[in-house]
């Protein structure tokens, strides 16, 4: 358990957010603290929304005067499951399609890494976008679980072909171990190879690589959210105090979608933008160090710390004539 401690601790605060997130609707305001105009005993208008961050408002409000921490906390669910679950289906399904390549046709690998290799020197926000465009706007008859799904799908395609690549070299280096050779010779097929050698390996990748498209998630959503695209789609009441068209807003006030409605405030309400970056930079810290952690554990680094001597004085060692034999010259 020591090897993981950092993997725990961070686990342990994801796990908490998320809970706190679930059961916002249990103790946190549903207008998420409103107040768009602010007035003196005489009724004269003299605040207007977004305020600073005060005693009020610990981290501000949005122009629609919404509290930034209460919609941080809110839409934490919505970003931290949908990575997590992206990223899941990306190594289960790349996973599984790796080593098939690997094990039942090796023959239409390199014709699959030929085709994936295109994917490397177009960048995914490209491809994204491009896969998006047909869901940007506002839906009066699509619901948002359909959108939400179809961007997922978008979203595990996207890292499908990396984790393809990497499952398929995996195995193939597994497949050159003494073990795994030996198991052959002896008549064992290529199921057995899979469930009973190859997947006690295949699983510690699986979790480290999870680790590492979870993270990929999180930076391909943030940069959707700039573009307008928020996951879950847009809120048809937009953003208060633009003129037509009305600016779009996120309807899951996911964390993404939050910097990309408030990305034009950065001048006028710069904690508008930095309260949900600075969410995504938390997060994004806290599970590289986990993938770090993994990742050593994985291929055997051990951190040793060397300890203070307690006695620093040189030790002088006494001896006797009678451990001496002298020779006459």
Do not use: C
């Amino acid at each position: 358990m020591r090897k993981y401690k950092k993997t725990i601790i961070g686990s342990t605060f994801l796990l908490l957010l998320l809970i706190m997130s679930l059961l916002y609707p249990y103790y946190g305001p549903k207008d998420f603290n409103h107040q768009v105009l602010v007035k003196n005993e005489q009724g004269d208008i003299f605040g207007r929304a977004p305020f600073p961050p005060s005693g009020q408002h610990l981290l501000g409000t949005n122009r629609n005067g919404e509290d930034m921490h209460w919609l941080l906390l809110y839409g934490a669910k919505f970003t931290l499951i949908s990575a997590f679950g992206v990223a899941l289906l990306r190594v289960f399904l790349g996973g599984i399609f790796g080593i098939f390549l690997s094990m039942w046709a090796p023959f239409l690998k390199g014709y699959v890494k030929d085709f994936f290799l295109t994917f490397r020197y177009i960048p995914s926000i490209l491809i994204a976008i491009l896969l998006m465009i047909p869901i940007v706007g506002d839906f009066n008859d699509v619901a948002v679980s359909s959108i939400v799904t179809y961007q997922i799908i978008i979203l595990v395609f996207i890292g499908f072909p990396s984790v393809t690549i990497f499952a398929s070299d995996v195995t193939d280096q597994l497949l050159q171990t003494s073990f795994v050779q030996s198991s052959k010779l002896m008549g064992a097929g290529k199921l057995h190879i899979v469930r009973k050698q190859l997947m006690p390996y295949i699983r510690s990748y699986g979790i480290l690589f999870s680790v590492q498209q979870f993270i990929s998630t999180l930076h391909i959503t943030m940069q959707l959210g700039l573009f307008g695209m928020f996951l879950g789609g847009r809120n048809r009441a937009g953003v208060m105090g633009y003129e037509e068209p009305p600016k779009p807003a996120t309807i899951t006030n996911e964390w993404a979608g939050l910097i990309g409605q408030n990305f034009s405030e950065f001048v006028r309400a710069p904690w508008a933008i930095l309260t949900p970056v600075f969410g995504f930079f938390i997060v994004i810290v806290i599970v590289n160090m986990m993938k770090n952690e993994l990742e050593g554990n994985l291929n055997g680094v051990k951190v040793v710390k060397e300890k203070k001597k307690k006695d620093l004085s040189p030790k002088v060692a006494a001896y006797s004539a009678d451990q001496f034999e002298f020779v006459q010259k």
